[in-house]
């Protein structure tokens, strides 16, 4: 895969420099349906929401410009985008690493060279295709409800189980369950990761003597961090991005006492049940700066722990 | 990807299917008419049937006209009729809610009747507080589609297989608190009644009865911080005597009727509307029947009071306005449609139109139409619509009983942080 990307990279620079050619306008045209979609779909909506943010934009009523007022608000004046923010980097901070763990975990187990590997890796990475879906979420709901599958299990084992997601203590747990059991996209590219360490390298070190723990830690990890690195940047914008299963699970509310309100939902309360879309608009780009200074420091801080071959 | 497509003769069977498959989306039916109407609703299977029975009707009797029918649950409902409003693409007609009406009205997106009336819409036996609900600013904007108010329904059978008395109208708060610790203790996780700390339309009734209100006609709170902490404490108390449902157990309810106590079996009585019972009775198997809210004991004001369950309003910008107004006629005053619509969207407010469809309604409807009936010299006036925020405020409600009830909060100060909160709902508008 970074071969690929590498490759092409290379490719694109050697065009760059030379006129717009028709082959390359026929490329754009090629392109056309895609780029239609991206500038209506995408980009127009995003720079018409940078401009909604400094306004008070109801849907119903035309927009007046505020100024810097939502921003003012929601850095001195909103208790909820406190509380919300806190649920949300709760959320990330136990999901991401947890879910690459439990991914490198089953991807190191797949890649001990058992038969029928296909299979399981398609099992496996099922349950992210489905992940992001009403669907699962409301299965999980069913799971963890007071008298659901959960708490039966544990009853045949004499353990009364709480109502998990309709407990303010236990209900944001279970969405990181949930984001955990989703571990499949991360695991295959884990395990991509894994196939490129050369056999070589283990069997010197069996030869010195290492210990199964010692090659994990000295020759696996350290040959792995452009994957880990990978794998942690885009899990962690997906955390931060997190709604569907705190949407269905809560029905909308992110109740109860707004445990599960992460912050993408609040900004979807403000914009679709309180009409404030001005208002939501700011709350989106405060968001996109978080991310990107997240992102930001993950590629400064790669430098230090991340080892490229090279 | 790459072997999807190999020669030019796949990809022109791949157009055509796919253009294929897009015919078969349209309505074919559609094409032929001339006057097409769009009507949007909120509500249940229940009513999108009941619905789609009488646009079928309608058209049957009125050639040329074909209805479009779209239905949502009511939280989805509002951002999308928000979405469409502003995007100068409401539907023609638009089942609205007191709450918003004024909202909307004011904002001119909605058709004042007034200039329809009588030649084409003809509610005069509605009676004047009937009309004049659906009048904004002296202007009408919405036709009622049927009276209804708050009541709380209960699991008859239930109550009497423990050998416990139904509860009756005139029974007061406390009455009903002890009436639900009876059912608790003979019956272990089950209970009398819900907490109905978190509902609106009760706290709503218990200020009333104080002779307050939930609002004021300015928009503002209108009962006080004492008020609130008398509320919230009422359901403390009955709380810690294991009379209601414990915190997560309560918690389970999401406003639905499918998560409701009464559907999960949690809980013989509920807090609701009337005309719901039948959407409440299509989800248990055992009988429900349904009483008023407590009441407020000797010397009190009446809290509950009858109310438009939903009105019919009809888009500024509808280019079929006339054809519009004259389906809400048929859907508010036809003898033919007021026999499939039961009294599913509340009691039709039309004398004519009762008289005609009382005799056909069965167990659970004709229920629904005898409680209106009983409970209409015993309410008060309509209070003026909600303000804005008020739907914000109504989860704020919900919030801080979880927040007593989780002992995340004392009452007193869950008290104090709801009237903080809602007052600066209110402020920010």
């Known amino acids: ?82 509380s919300s923010m806190k649920v949300t980097f709760l959320f990330v901070l136990f999901a991401v690493p947890l879910k690459l763990a439990f991914a490198l975990g089953v991807a190191m187990l797949l890649n001990k060279g058992i038969a029928g590997l296909p299979v399981y890796r398609a099992l496996f990475y099922l349950p992210s295709l489905l992940g992001a879906s009403v669907a699962i979420a409301v299965l999980w709901r069913q799971l963890f409800a007071g008298n659901g599958l959960i708490n039966q299990a544990l009853a045949l084992v004499g353990i009364q189980g709480p109502s998990w997601i309709s407990n303010p203590n236990y209900a944001l747990w279970t969405l990181v369950v949930l984001s955990i059991w989703q571990f499949g996209s991360p695991m295959i590219i884990f395990l991509a990761g894994l196939r490129q360490i050369p056999r070589d390298l283990y069997e010197a070190a069996a ?46 509310t992110g109740g109860p006492i707004d445990s599960t309100l992460f912050y993408t939902l609040y900004l979807y309360q403000e914009a679709f049940s309180n009409f404030r879309m001005g208002y939501a608009s700011a709350l989106a780009w405060v968001l996109v700066v978080i991310i990107a200074l997240f992102t930001a420091f993950s590629f400064l801080s790669a430098r230090y722990w991340v080892h490229y071959d090279e | 990807m790459a072997t999807l497509i190999t020669n030019r003769r796949q990809m022109l069977k791949m157009g055509a299917a796919l253009g294929g498959l897009a015919a078969s989306g349209l309505s074919l039916p559609a094409l032929a008419q001339d006057t097409r109407l769009r009507m949007f609703w909120w509500g249940s299977k229940e009513r999108a049937d009941r619905t789609n029975k009488v646009n079928k009707l309608y058209e049957a009797a009125h050639s040329g006209v074909g209805i479009n029918g779209e239905t949502l649950g009511w939280p989805d409902y509002w951002p999308r009729l928000a979405t469409q409003t502003a995007g100068r693409n409401a539907p023609d007609l638009i089942q609205m809610d007191y709450r918003y009406i004024v909202e909307y009205a004011r904002r001119g997106a909605l058709l004042a009747f007034d200039d329809y009336m009588p030649s084409i819409l003809k509610i005069d036996d509605f009676g004047k507080d009937a009309i004049d609900c659906g009048r904004v600013d002296g202007k009408l904007y919405g036709v ?40 608790a203790q003979k019956k272990p996780g089950y209970w009398g009644m819900q907490d109905a700390g978190g509902v609106e339309p009760s706290l709503d009734c218990w200020t009333r009865q104080r002779g307050k209100s939930l609002y004021t006609a300015e928009g503002r709170l209108g009962f006080d911080l004492k008020d609130a902490e008398d509320w919230f404490g009422f359901w403390q108390e009955l709380r810690k005597k294991g009379a209601v449902p414990p915190a997560d157990v309560q918690a389970l309810d999401k406003n639905a009727p499918e998560s409701s106590m009464l559907a999960l079996g949690k809980a013989a009585a509920i807090s609701t509307n009337s005309n719901q019972l039948v959407a409440h ?73 009762r008289d005609v469809v009382g005799p056909t309604l069965d167990g659970q409807n004709k229920i629904a139409l005898d409680y209106i009936a009983f409970i209409t010299d015993k309410v008060g006036p309509l209070p003026p619509s909600a303000p804005k925020g008020a739907g914000e405020i109504a989860f704020l409600q919900k919030r801080v009983n979880e927040l007593i009830s989780f002992e995340q909060a004392s009452v007193a100060d869950g008290a104090k942080q709801f009237f903080d909160e809602a007052n600066s709902i209110l402020d920010r508008g």
């Open chain 2, 144 to 183: 009622n589609l049927g009276n209804n108010s708050t009541a709380w329904v209960y699991d008859a059978e239930a109550v009497k297989q423990l050998g416990l008395e139904e509860p009756q109208w005139d029974w007061s708060w406390t009455q009903w608190g002890e009436w639900s610790g009876r059912v």
């Open chain 2, 281 to 353: 009775q299509a989800l248990v198997k055992s009988r429900l029947n349904m009483t008023m809210q407590p009441s407020g004991g000797p010397g009190a004001k009446p809290g509950q009071y009858l109310k438009p369950s939903m009105l019919w309003s009809i888009s500024a910008r509808s280019k079929v306005a006339e054809e519009a107004v004259r389906l809400v006629n048929y859907y508010v005053t036809d003898p033919e449609a007021g026999k499939v619509l039961g009294v599913e969207r509340g009691v039709p407010a039309s004398k004519a139109l």
């Open chain 1, 207 to 252: 030869i010195d003597g290492a210990k199964p723990w010692h090659r994990f830690w000295r020759i696996t990890l350290p040959l792995l961090t452009p994957v880990v690195f990978f794998n942690a940047v885009i899990q962690t914008i997906e955390a931060f991005k997190a709604f569907t299963p705190a949407f269905i699970i809560s029905e909308g």
């Open chain 1, 1 to 82: 895969m970074t071969v690929a990307v590498q490759a092409s990279g290379r490719v694109e620079r050697a065009r760059g420099r030379r006129r717009i050619t028709s082959r390359t306008l026929s490329g754009y045209m090629f392109l056309t349906p895609w780029l239609i979609g991206f500038i209506g779909l995408t980009a127009g909506p995003i720079l018409v929401s940078l401009y909604l943010s400094f306004t008070d934009f109801d849907l119903l009523q035309d927009p007046n410009w505020v100024g810097a007022a939502n921003y003012v608000r929601i850095a001195t004046a909103d208790p909820k985008f406190l």
